[in-house]
């Protein structure tokens, strides 16, 4: 099977950071925010009903 490197770099950061923030998904998602807010990036809440259109998937109102 094909390793893409830029795939297997993007698994070995994303391990790294998970580790760091104990596999805690509240702190991931802090430090996630805390980056954003750095960069100036903007930050938008996806709803789950939202999240299954964009991935083409009926939700359970469909």
Known sequence: MFKDPIV???HAIR??????CDHDFDKISDRAIEVQKRL???IKTVSKEELDRIRHRPTASQ
């Open 40 to 42: 100036g990036g903007q």
């Open 8 to 10: 297997e770099e993007v």
């Open 15 to 20: 391990a790294q950071i998970a580790a760091e």
